[in-house]
Structures are given as C-alpha cells and as structure tokens.
C-alpha cells in the first residue's frame, strides 16, 4: 500500500513577524565572532571576488538574493556565511536556511530557530519549505538552500532552487564548497545569476561544479 501523501494547507505560511526578522538579524550579528574564527579555521577561500564589487543593497532596491550550493557537511551553511566577503554579509543579512526537518528536534532545534532556519519539508504546526522561502524573500531576508537535499558528493538537484529562480526581482549567487578534510574546505563564490526566469535545477547546479575551474 502507497503512504498516503499529507496535503494539507498550513496556516503559518503567509505569517512573518517583524520581530522574528529582527532577532534573526541580532542573532547572526551577535554569532558573527564565531563566523571569523571558522574563517581562520577551515575555510580556505579561492573567491571569485566578482560578489566582492557589487552594490548589494537588497533593502533599498526591493531585490532578492538566494544563495546555493554542493552540500557535503553539517557545517556548510555557517561555512557560506563565513566566507563572504564582510561587506556582502552586512548587505544580506538575516540569512534563512531550509533545513531537514530531523534537525528540529532536542535542544539544538532552539539554536536552529534562533539562527533563522525552517523546516524543509511538510510540517503541521509551523511554516515551511517554498512557501515560506517565498514569504522571507518578500521582506527582503536571504534565502541559502542546498538543491542536492543531502550531504552528498554527487551531482544531483532538486527543483526547489528552480522555483524560487522564478521569483521577480532575484538572483541567485552560486557557491561551491570542497571539503578536503574535517579543517580545510575551500570555497568558491560564483557571479550572481539573474532569475525571474525558468532555470532548470540541474543547469543551476552546473554552474556550482563548474566554479573551482
């Protein structure tokens, strides 16, 4: 016998409270330490510093940015957002991760929520996955998703990344991290891509591997 698939509507969705944006926006000023010294640490960074130049003022200019890439460990979303230039964080800030929904359980669920994170997939008491993306993106929060869906080494997508491509007004920012070891990833930033446009998910992530070239 087939699951049976949930279809519910969730209530949450088409809810976001301006205070929630503002503590997200604390908390990752105030983790911004940590960030610096993972910099240190790990991240070896071989940027294309094309991001570095831009004038990313998403507040002022109403545009959306969605940052992607490989993921190969649990680290990656606090490895992106260290190896952004300084000025690019300032200017994306807050950051909001769609995460598995298997994270959010014990105690590391207040620290996820703290830092801005979401369910990923179907969730009956609080908003989640492309909708909620959509919901964040429109009050000018960036959007960081990993299309392969799991830790993984191959090359796979899946079209959620597609789907917010359509939205007006963005761009997506590819990025491509190499884990060489538990203290050494390198990082590479792509050129943004201009979306409101239909890419598919597999072309998006083309661009990701193709990135260390």
Sequence with gaps: MQPETKTEVNQYI??????????VYTAQVFISPLLLLLRLLIVRNKLH????????????????YVLYANH????DPLIICAALPLKTIRQLLPF????ENSYFKGSVKVFLNMMGCFPAHYEATRAYGLDRARTLMS???????????????E???????SVLATEADTYLIPI???????WHCEVHIGTPIKGGVTHPPEQLMQYVYELPD
Excluded: E, Y
Aim: no cysteine.
């Design 49 to 64: 510093r094309d991001i570095a130049g831009l004038d990313l003022n998403k507040n002022d200019s109403g545009t959306k």
């Design 96 to 99: 909001r991760f769609f995460v």
């Design 139 to 153: 009050s000018n929060q960036t959007i960081v998703i990993f299309p392969p869906g799991r830790r993984t080494r």
């Design 14 to 23: 088409a809810t976001d409270h301006p205070l929630q944006k503002v503590s």
């Design 176 to 182: 491509h991290l190499d884990w060489k070891h538990r």
């Design 72 to 75: 190969q460990s649990r680290l």
């Design 155 to 161: 090359h796979i997508a899946k079209p959620g990344v």
